[in-house]
């Protein structure tokens, strides 16, 4: 019965659900001006039987609505919004996925061994993780959709290691990377690598050989590639349209503009209020809590270890343009899709 603590983030939220939601201080945010007016429109398109659209006139002289990824027109959970008003449907669809999440975390987390009492309580620190609602007060949505599925793809690496069964694809890393990718493009690069090296973590317990390092490397080819499958009807003409919009001027400076700052570090341990939602970076008093007890152990479990490095990666990584280095990787191809949606960056700001 412990699980049933990954239902709280859903009834904080009921108060709340028939309104916009905003970060104090601002009455504005990514659902009102982008993820609102486009399910509205698609839902408003299917009312009056003009069917799916894939082209919308809203902006400028139209743009293909297709081939938006935050148009959540291939993203099938996100349409549950679209069976109710707007923004309750938003708003519902929202914290059923933080439930979800949450839920995902506490199945994943027993079947690294952790007790049913302890993996319930972590589940529910990331359904309430001040990151993830910080997200979702700036109103990206399709991330937290997107950000959700991350403990479900971890825990079907697990299974999958376990019994890989193709009668049962529905279950792959590979399927679940691609549900991510409909979700939020953005977020497959991070949750990809994070799934590449847990997979690394659970497979190898040594020096491997070549022979497993070879089938090893197949088993992911073949997972992307499923991966490519399920998210090829946004991903191909997502291509043709981001050479045509802002993002493909974007210069590694642009990318890197909203780099943590060094006094940023300060918020892991201490909360604040307001400031850019891009800086969040406090985990939540219990969690904190969990990890300081964690850490001041007598005796820290190996498996503890690669989460230990994982942390640290993602702080360097936040840090950005205060790292050596980071610039040109921030020039890499490619790279500039991974930036937040801002005005003048966006994939519907046509660079012609």
Known sequence: MWYLLCLIPLLILIPYLGDFIFLPGTNLSDITISHYPN????????????????????????????????????YPPGWLAMLFPLPLGINLTAALHLVFGAFGMYLFLK????????????????????????????????????????????LAACRWKAA??????????????????????????????????YSIKITFHGR??????????????????????????LLLPLLQFTALSTR????????LDLSLPYSGLLNLFFPTSGGNVEWISYTGAVTLALVLVGITSIKVDKRSRFWFWLVLGSVILALGSNIPGMQIIAGLPGVSLLRIRRAGCSW???AW
């Open 39 to 74: 399910l509205l429109y698609i839902q408003q398109s299917i009312q009056v039987g003009q069917g799916i659209p894939l082209w919308s006139n809203a902006i400028l002289s139209g743009y293909p609505l297709v081939a938006d990824p935050l148009s959540g027109l291939h």
């Open 208 to 233: 491997p050989t070549l022979k497993e390092a070879a089938g090893f490397t197949f088993h992911l080819l073949v997972q992307v590639l499923l991966a490519l499958l399920v998210s090829a009807a």
């Open 348 to 350: 519907r700001s046509f």
């Open 111 to 154: 079947s690294e061994g952790v007790r049913p009492q302890p993996a319930a309580l972590m589940g529910l620190a990331f359904g309430l993780l001040p990151k993830l609602i910080g997200h979702y007060g700036g109103g990206h949505l399709t991330l937290l959709y997107a950000i959700t599925w991350t403990p479900w793809l971890l």
């Open 164 to 197: 890989p069964r193709w009668t049962a694809l529905w279950r792959a890393p590979g399927v679940i990377l691609g549900i991510i990718a409909l979700a939020d493009p953005r977020w497959v690069v991070y949750g990809g690598a994070l799934w590449i090296a």
């Open 248 to 255: 493909a001027s974007m210069t590694a400076a642009d990318v």
